[in-house]
């Protein structure tokens, strides 16, 4: 059974600064292309930020570009957001996505499939002014 878990979230001022983390666990797969999505309240699941499994490209959204930097850790299937200046607008539920060999990372640009594998149940990020 994979499970995607999400850890990091908090409640932080405008301009401060948090990291997620999640980690994909029950897998013998190391290629899953990860990313991380949201959801603002009232509105849809939007896609943040993606990185392939060997690729050390880094694909962001326009909105948290020079702010956000995703990464990969040393263990497989392990993804990092450091979050910087953050503002208001960021409030949101971060979610992790883990999806398999051969997904684009232009899935963050499109509306996010949440039927597809794998997802996390999300952690909550607060940013207050």
């Known amino acids: 059974q994979v499970e995607v878990v999400e850890s990091g979230g908090g409640t932080v001022q405008a301009g401060e600064s948090l990291r997620l983390s999640c980690s994909v666990s029950g897998s013998a797969s190391d290629e899953y292309v990860m990313a991380w999505f949201r959801q603002r309240p009232g509105r849809e699941r939007e896609g943040v930020a993606c990185m392939y499994a060997t690729d050390p490209s880094k694909y962001y959204v326009d909105s948290v570009e020079g702010r956000f930097t995703v990464s990969r850790g040393g263990a497989k299937n392990t993804l990092y957001l450091q979050m910087d200046r953050l503002e208001p607008k960021d409030t949101a539920t971060y979610y992790c996505?883990?999806?398999?060999?051969?997904?684009?990372?232009?899935?963050?640009?499109?509306?996010?499939?949440?039927?597809?594998?794998?997802w996390g149940q999300g952690t909550q990020v607060t940013v207050s002014s």
């Open positions: 996505r883990a999806a398999l060999r051969g997904t684009s990372c232009q899935m963050i640009h499109r509306p996010a499939d949440t039927r597809s594998k794998y």
